[in-house]
């Protein structure tokens, strides 16, 4: 398994998840180093040589053809690639800059897309799967987050795109988690916000990363005939948005 994005947050909670079903990893980062080395000696220790990882850039297309080429010379094979890394901040209309553009539809949209045409022949060769993480405010966008959204959106759609175009030998699909953890170092996300947003979810309550964890391992092992769709994890929250 390939997970970009993987040595913290959500992602280290999918690497955990996935790896104590017997899962190997190539654990990718982009300056995460620390995080990353500690979930591989963990791994590690739990099963012996099942967790590696890889440093880049996925604004590099070049970079992506290699972590493709390197987890399959670390491993043997590649049947499983979950797009998960994210640039996640707001761009307010009148103040977009080239360079948020690029960042943010190169992480969330278009990283995904080169990653999986690189991955698609070796994953053809195992009936593998994609699983790409979305969003659930894709249907409705959050005001102040025009990239952000339309990325989020645009990889939606590459989802429903892959499914088509990779099927019958590799199934693709999406998990969109609503609130389930707060964004780091964001004064926007104080308690008033975060007491709102509860409020907004018919659970009353924010999820965990093992939710949407969870999500995405039934979707690589569990769902055979489930390709194209997105399973929003958020506690309802979208249909009180």
């Not at 220790?45 to 967790?51: G, T, V, Y």
């Not at 948020?100 to 690189?118: I, M, R, S, V, Y």
């Not at 659970?203 to 964890?213: E, N, W």
Request: some cysteine; charged content about 20%; glycine content about 8%.
């Amino acid at each position: 398994m390939l997970i970009t994005g993987g040595a913290k947050r959500v992602g280290a909670a999918i690497c955990e998840l996935l790896h104590a079903g017997g899962a190997k990893l190539m654990i990718h980062y982009r300056t995460s180093a620390g995080e990353a080395r500690a979930l591989q000696s963990k791994l590690n220790l739990q099963q012996p040589q099942s967790a590696a990882i890889i440093q880049g850039d996925l604004l590099n297309v070049l970079m992506l053809t290699n972590l493709v080429q390197e987890t399959v010379a670390h491993f043997g094979r590649l049947d499983i690639l979950i797009n998960n890394a994210s640039s996640y901040y707001p761009t307010e209309v009148g103040e977009i800059s080239e360079h948020q553009w690029e960042d943010l539809a190169g992480t969330n949209l278009k990283a995904p897309l080169f990653l999986a045409q690189a991955a698609a022949p070796e994953l053809r060769k195992h009936q593998g799967c994609i699983v790409n993480i979305a969003d659930t405010h894709v249907e409705r966008p959050k005001k102040g987050y025009v990239v952000y959204s339309l990325a989020k959106a645009g990889l939606v759609t590459l989802t429903h795109s892959l499914a088509q175009e990779l099927g019958p030998e590799i199934r693709v699909n999406a998990v969109a988690p609503g609130p389930v953890m707060w964004p780091e170092d964001n004064p926007q996300f104080d308690e008033v916000y975060r007491q709102r947003v509860i409020s907004q979810t018919l659970l009353k309550r924010i999820g965990s990363p093992d939710d949407v964890a969870r999500a995405v391992r039934f979707l690589v092992q569990d769902a055979p005939f489930i390709t194209g769709q997105v399973i929003a994890v958020d506690g309802g929250r979208s249909l009180n948005l």
